[in-house]
């Protein structure tokens, strides 16, 4: 018998990480680094004998004028396993989003926005418009981004690269550059080299507070901060999450000085390296335009906007351009929900 539940923090986080698409956006941490930032948190979850089999952490945000919530889940849900021969009927799917948006009305959720995430190849993808939901205007995460292969040795590693990375990652390791795991006390110099990034390439950077918040939360258990350092200037810096054999490229940095040290290049390895030795598969570098992979090699040499700045760096280091299901929307209101469409649309056409 699956019974809705409101799992406690230790059996939550242990069933994320054992599920086979564990995802650190679904660990507790995240929703505690979201609630310090204006997010409501609350957890549901399927048990069965006692045994978490399916779950979802959900974020709710005021909307303007008290209008209601709107909920946002993130790289969920956790769905319960596939239907068996003896029982195929998967009623455990349908039940979780029942408790899931019987959540989401207790939070006046005028809607609900749903980001999946990348589904491997053998995976079932799920149709969202089976569920009721909607292809959404606007997205939380970025939809497509470059997964790396990081099995095998080093060699083997390094061979499903671009020459041109391969040679800058060589030459990172040169020239007395330190790399390192950052303590408490480095995330300080990260923060640094993040603001002058942000400044730098034009585009938002959390406050500072925000990456220590992360590092308290996160390390050492499922993150690592990566720096590097030359003569006693940081040069770059990578923080990295991982869960099971996944890990993700969150945050990065570089400095403006001594930039033909690549120690981006080197920062970048080490944190697979980190990966790699926690027993990863894969290393999501989280993020690159969201277009085909012949228009982003046609274009990435003459844009620097929005994320096609970082796609000439992510795109050598020979991983597979995937793209997510994408994000998808419920509606709770439909009236509410229209007005803030109509303001979406106004926003983007602006």
Not at 48 to 72: E, S
Not at 175 to 200: L, P
Not at 236 to 245: Q, R
Not at 287 to 308: M, N, S
């Amino acid at each position: 018998m699956l019974n809705a539940i409101s799992p406690a923090t230790p059996d939550w986080d242990a069933f994320v990480r054992q599920h086979p698409r564990a995802h650190a956006l679904q660990l507790s941490a995240w929703g505690a680094l979201k609630h310090a930032y204006g997010w409501e948190v609350e957890r549901v979850a399927l048990a069965q004998d006692g045994q978490i089999i399916a779950g979802a952490q959900l974020l709710f945000r005021r909307l303007p004028l008290r209008l209601g919530t709107m909920a946002y889940l993130g790289m969920g849900p956790l769905l319960p396993p596939l239907p068996s021969e003896k029982e195929p009927e998967d009623k455990g799917t349908n039940a979780l989003w029942a408790a899931i948006h019987a959540c989401a009305r207790r939070h006046r959720a005028v809607f609900l926005k749903c980001e999946p995430g990348i589904y491997a190849p053998d995976e079932i993808q799920p149709d969202m418009t089976d569920f009721g939901f909607r292809p959404a205007l606007q997205s939380v995460q970025p939809p497509r981004t470059i997964v790396i292969d990081i099995t095998g040795s080093d060699e083997e590693i390094l061979g499903r690269m671009n020459q041109g990375t391969r040679r800058k990652i060589r030459q990172s390791q040169k020239n007395d550059v330190r790399y390192s795991e950052g303590t408490r006390a480095d995330v300080a110099k990260f923060n640094s080299i993040m603001q002058t990034t942000g400044e730098r390439n034009d585009f938002g950077v959390h406050t500072p507070d925000y990456y220590e918040r992360a590092y308290d939360l996160f390390v050492p258990h499922d993150a690592a901060l990566l720096l590097a350092e030359h003569e006693g200037d940081v040069l770059a810096g990578v923080m990295v999450f991982a869960v099971g054999t996944q890990a993700w490229y969150l945050y990065g940095a570089s400095s403006s000085v001594k930039r033909n040290l690549m120690a981006s290049y080197g920062a970048q390895w080490a944190a697979i390296q980190w990966a790699k030795a926690r027993g990863c598969t894969r290393y999501d570098l989280w993020g690159i335009p969201d277009e085909e992979e012949a228009t982003l090699e046609a274009q990435f040499e003459q844009r620097a906007d929005g994320l096609w700045g970082v796609y000439g760096f992510k795109r050598g280091w020979g991983g597979s351009v995937m793209r997510s299901v994408g994000a998808w929307d419920y509606v709770y209101n439909p009236i509410i929900y229209a007005a803030y469409r109509a303001a979406v649309k106004y926003r983007g056409s602006e």
